[in-house]
Each structure stands twice: as structure tokens, then as C-alpha cells.
């Protein structure tokens, strides 16, 4: 099993060979990548808007179990 040293090692020589096409999908791979890391201000105000409500009513909500047993008894299982 490759460690990630030699994972880094064969792309590192891959790119250096690689044509522009090869190094073009890589490229859109990372960027893909980065795009996907951070949350859109949307979410991120909507995360806010139920952390204040969790906040300010914090027993207003299900446990697990009682989560669990809704499912359990809504799809038979």
C-alpha cells in the first residue's frame, strides 16, 4: 500500500510527463475540489438561523430514540 509520500511522489512525476489535456482535467479536479470546501452564504445564514432557534428553545426537538422509533413505525422496519 502507497503511503502518501509516494502517492505525492507519483503524481509530482505523472504532471511533469503528463500533456495539456491530462493537466487540464487535474487542474478542474482541484478546483472542484476547492469549490466544494466552503458553504455558500445561504447556508451558512440558514446554520445561523437554526443554531439561534436551538438556542433559544432547546427543548424543543426529538431525541434519537425518539427519531429512531418515528422511522421504525413510518416504513415498517
Do not use: C, F
Not at 487535474?26 to 440558514?46: M, P
Not at 436551538?54 to 426537538?61: T, V
Not at 431525541?63 to 422511522?71: A, N, Q
Amino acid at each position: 500500500m502507497d503511503t502518501i509520500v509516494d502517492l505525492k511522489n507519483k503524481i509530482r512525476s505523472y504532471i511533469e510527463n503528463a500533456d495539456e489535456r491530462i493537466l487540464k482535467i487535474i487542474n478542474a479536479i482541484i478546483e472542484a475540489e476547492t469549490d466544494e470546501q466552503g458553504l455558500s452564504q445561504a447556508h451558512k445564514d440558514q446554520l445561523e438561523q437554526r443554531l439561534k432557534y436551538h438556542k433559544e428553545n432547546p427543548s424543543d426537538g426529538k431525541t434519537w430514540e425518539e427519531i429512531k422509533s418515528s422511522l421504525k413505525k413510518q416504513y415498517g422496519l
